[in-house]
């Protein structure tokens, strides 16, 4: 028994080794298995790769062989661009011609000598009735936004140094003469205050206004303290006043302009802001290739951001050099196509940068320089919404007196005299603040509680301090604050609430039609294109449809802008955004020609938003594509990239799990969009991008250059 369990320990060992052995056998192998499969698929995967890197070189060398043939067609199409900048001259021109034959006796504001004599007239003339007053104050707002819209809409070519300086002039002197016609007005309003008595408190009051002034104005004629506070009916704007002022021959106006006559004259002359496009790699490219020609352009270019002469803009055309400028926003295109230099990839993008204006140079320097004091409002974040306040405590002159049939009144000839408040005298002592409450204009969107800001005279700025006790009702759309003197007010609003945005889309509608649509935190923009105008079809806050004055008007992208702005939905970055807006910054060069070749296709192609375009890397941009021909929802998207000399088709799409520069199976290179998009499109497609009209790829580039939705999205 002894020896059997001893075997059967002998065999249990034996067994245990050779088991061990076969673990070990078998772990070997599998390792080897491991390691030779993992050679393999390394193996694979670099064939893989080197195929992929075939295929790609070979796709980049035929797009390399046809990049001449594609360029030239793309410049065929870029004659629109030109067209459309010389049919905008013409149109200049004629406008001018226009307005000489109508002889309305309404001056020209651009000729100095008709401007002139029609102020001085005006100086002259004696009547103050306050209706006329206002009426002709109509024709003067009409002829200082002619002369803004002159400084904003001119090409710097077609404009001298002179005639910019004469304008400017021109808008502050008409701007000054106005108001000083409206306190003409004032005084002689007050002089009759006795006609405008209330009944309840043996007051005046009057509320007299037009779509651009409104003017409430109390004259305290009983002087009794219990009278102290009033608010005006028809405007819903009121005061309650000092112990002091309730017992003082005193008047009290608040006048309400629904334009700014106030703020520095470069806030209302800002222009699109220029994309400078000097420093893309292809230009260095270039120089490298060839050091003394492009050097020479790009710096002939700098020095002259002018219009080539006749001769000069002929032969050019010859050459179908494409040669365009965009107004003011000025994204000039210098683009030599000698067969030597195309190959070269010789493609320059000169931005011509005009210098600020002279009239406009010191308040720049002013405006440049850092803000230290906070009670100063920095106007390149913060901007006037709704117009302007003057609130005025006034003396009250002498009244008309009825003497049998004869109506006899003191003049003293001193004009509307100020009534000061606090006294000059008693600096020292504290004086009880004056409560204003102010009814906001429903013709403007105020998305935050405003800041409350009066002017400074002698600083020539807006401030914050001297108001304090704010309190806005947004339900009521007023708001109330106490003010430590008489002043100037405005409501700010931050200039960069709507953006960046959170959605865009164009897309076409029909013949040289398209929809274009902008989503930001607060608002939904609808925007139509058609021909060479374009409309604001619709804004929706809070999912309400609000701002239907201004809708469904046609009228030039930059009249959009304008008017979009007043209403306080700004959606266009200016020269400054980027200090307070994140911005998703992007290299020139792919997002001008981006735009460019997006209008050139837009009659054809639904462009919109993807959130890749984060991801891509500042050299190239990212969106949405589809080929749209009904007029309903863009249902089939795809992605395409973008550096402004290569396109390509992705094989991602918006819900993929990680971004991925992947070319689309069967997809290639191309050196334009248009050609990439030639690839998919139908012939009917294609057809109609042949087919549209210059002003109507006009209107888009310049909106898509105005909204900058590649790089605030």
Same mark, same amino acid.
């Given at each position: ?47 893989? =790769?080197?195929?992929?890197? $075939? ?49 309305? +006796? #309404? ?10 004599? /029609? ?7 004696? &009547? ?73 408190? +043996? ?6 206004? &037009? ?9 305290? @004629?009983?002087?009794?303290?219990? /009278? ?19 017992? #003082? ?40 290739? &060839?050091?003394?020609?492009? $050097?020479?352009? *790009? ?68 405006? =440049? ?57 008693? $600096? ?37 301090? +001297? ?14 604050? *106490?003010?430590?003197? /008489? ?11 709507? @953006? ?12 040289? $039609? ?7 935190? /607060? ?5 139509? %294109? ?37 209403? +306080?939905?700004? %959606? ?54 589809? *080929?749209?021909?009904?007029?309903? #929802?863009?249902?089939?998207? #795809? ?40 690839? %998919? ?21 310049? @909106? ?10």
């Amino acid at each position: 028994a002894n020896i059997k369990s001893r075997g059967k320990k002998k065999t249990s060992k034996a067994e245990k080794l050779r088991l061990q052995k076969e673990e070990e056998e078998r772990r070997l192998k599998e390792e080897e298995e491991a390691r030779l499969q993992a050679q393999q698929e390394e193996a694979a995967r670099l064939e893989k =790769e080197r195929i992929e890197q $075939e295929q790609k070189a070979k796709l980049e060398a035929k797009d390399q062989e046809r990049r001449e043939s594609e360029l030239a067609e793309l410049h065929s199409l870029e004659q629109k661009f030109l067209s459309a900048e010389q049919w905008k001259t013409d149109y200049r021109a004629c406008a001018k011609w226009e307005h000489y034959l109508t002889c309305d +006796g #309404s001056p020209d504001p651009t000729v100095l000598q008709e401007i002139n004599t /029609f102020m001085s007239l005006w100086r002259e003339d004696q &009547n103050e009735d306050i209706q006329l007053v206002m009426e002709k104050g109509e024709l003067v707002l009409n002829l200082i936004e002619k002369l803004q819209f002159l400084l904003l809409d001119t090409p710097p070519n077609e404009i001298t140094e002179k005639e910019t300086v004469q304008y400017q002039e021109s808008i502050l002197e008409l701007r000054n003469l106005l108001h000083q016609k409206y306190n003409g007005a004032t005084e002689h309003l007050l002089r009759t205050a006795n006609m405008y008595e209330d009944s309840e408190t +043996g007051n005046m009051q009057a509320v007299i206004k &037009n779509k651009n002034v409104t003017f409430c104005i109390w004259a305290n @004629l009983k002087k009794k303290v219990r /009278f102290k506070n009033h608010v005006f009916c028809d405007a819903q704007h009121g005061f309650d006043l000092p112990k002091s002022l309730a017992v #003082s021959s005193v008047a009290v106006r608040i006048l309400h302009t629904r334009y700014d006559h106030v703020s520095p004259l470069w806030l209302q002359c800002q222009s699109v802001p220029k994309l400078e496009v000097l420093d893309s790699k292809e230009l260095t490219q270039h120089s490298k290739d &060839n050091v003394e020609e492009p $050097e020479e352009e *790009e710096k002939k270019a700098r020095e002259e951001p002018n219009m080539p002469s006749e001769e000069e803009a002929c032969s050019d055309r010859k050459k179908s050099a494409v040669s365009f400028k965009e107004n003011r926003s000025s994204v000039a295109y210098i683009n030599e196509t000698t067969e030597e230099e195309t190959q070269m990839k010789s493609e320059i993008l000169v931005i011509t940068s005009q210098g600020p204006d002279p009239l406009m140079q010191e308040e720049m320097n002013d405006k =440049e320089a850092v803000i230290t004091d906070e009670n100063i409002v920095d106007l390149q974040r913060f901007v006037p919404v709704g117009g302007v306040y003057h609130i005025d405590a006034l003396q009250l002159p002498p009244q008309v007196k009825q003497i049998k049939d004869w109506s006899m009144v003191e003049l003293r000839g001193l004009g509307l005299e100020v009534y000061p408040y606090p006294p000059e005298e008693a $600096e020292d002592a504290t004086h009880p603040p004056i409560q204003i409450t102010l009814r906001l204009s429903d013709d403007v969107m105020y998305f935050e509680d405003p800041v409350i800001a009066r002017w400074d005279p002698a600083g020539q700025q807006w401030r914050t301090d +001297g108001i304090s006790n704010i309190t806005y009702e947004r339900q009521e759309k007023s708001v109330t604050f *106490e003010m430590a003197a /008489f002043y100037t007010i405005a409501l700010l609003q931050d200039a960069h609430l709507n @953006l960046p945005y959170q959605a865009w889309e164009l897309r076409p509608t029909g013949l040289d $039609e398209a929809l274009l649509l902008v989503t930001t935190v /607060f608002a939904a923009v609808q925007v139509q %294109i058609k021909g060479n105008q374009c409309m604001l079809s619709s804004v929706v806050v809070e999912e309400k449809e609000v701002l239907s004055h201004v809708t469904g008007k046609w009228i030039s992208p930059l009249g959009l802008r304008a008017v979009l702005k007043k209403a +306080g939905v700004n %959606i266009f970055p200016g020269e400054h955004s980027p200090k307070y807006v994140s911005v998703n910054r992007k290299a020139p060069l792919a997002e001008v020609k981006a735009y460019q070749q997006m209008a050139l296709v837009a009659s054809a192609f639904a462009f919109a938003w993807s959130k890749w375009n984060l991801e891509a890397g500042q050299e190239q941009v990212v969106f949405k594509i589809s *080929e749209h021909l009904k007029a309903d #929802s863009v249902k089939d998207w #795809s992605l395409y990239m973008f550096n402004g000399q290569k396109a390509q088709k992705l094989k991602i799409t918006e819900t993929s799990e990680a971004f991925s520069e992947e070319l689309e199976e069967d997809s290639e290179f191309h050196s334009t969009l248009y050609h990439m998009l030639k690839d %998919i499109a139908s012939k009917e497609a294609i057809h109609k991008v042949e087919t549209a009209s210059f002003l109507f790829v006009d209107v888009v580039y310049q @909106l898509l250059l105005a909204m900058r939705v590649l790089t605030y999205s």
